[in-house]
């Protein structure tokens, strides 16, 4: 990870500590999106946002708040979101062409990509309910170290549990 990114976690970590709880889910992740962006768009993300699974539909997921552009929704579960909210694990890839039919893609430009899976409601089919997925311009540009430092974020702004490192390590590919 570049030492601009991390410092970026940092700060993004010190804003989320700062900012009052909200009791609105919706906020937090409002918030979330705003401050996520603020500190993350210079350091290689070209994208960041929430989906969630579609209330009307099981078999498909929409999209919540994001930044910088709009993307597609809805989209499957057969994707890369769709494959962490099902088995509810963090997905690291590092090349998102090598995904053939497994990727949908939003923005031809975007090389890698995280998604990190949430339970924000409380029953449901899948282990995750939500996902918080960022993308990349450049291949190979997350790791294990965003999803931890990703992952304590979403702790402090009130969409994961404290300590909250997933049913197991994140899968890579």
């Not at 990114?5 to 999106?33: C, K, N």
């Not at 929704?73 to 962490?84: D, E, K, M, N, R």
């Not at 909210?85 to 062409?97: E, Y």
Request: aromatic share 6%.
């Amino acid at each position: 990870m570049n030492p601009s990114r991390r410092e970026a976690y940092r700060r993004l970590e010190q804003s989320l500590a700062e900012t009052a709880p909200s009791d609105s889910i919706a906020t937090r992740l409002d918030t979330f999106v705003e401050l996520a962006w603020r500190h993350l768009e210079k350091t290689g993300v070209s994208w960041l946002g929430f989906y969630a699974i579609d209330p009307h539909d099981p078999d498909a997921m929409l999209l919540g708040p994001r930044r910088d552009r709009p993307a597609c929704s809805p989209i499957g579960l057969h994707g890369v979101c769709g494959q962490a909210l099902v088995r509810g694990v963090t997905r690291i890839v590092g090349d998102v062409s090598e995904l053939g039919a497994d990727y949908i893609a939003c923005d031809p430009r975007d090389r890698s990509e995280i998604v990190i899976p949430l339970r924000l409601g409380t029953d449901g089919p899948h282990p995750a309910d939500t996902v918080l997925d960022l993308d990349s311009f450049e291949p190979d540009s997350f790791s294990d170290e965003d999803d931890r430092l990703l992952r304590a974020c979403l702790a402090l702004a009130g969409l994961l549990s404290p300590g909250d490192d997933g049913p197991t390590r994140p899968e890579t590919g």
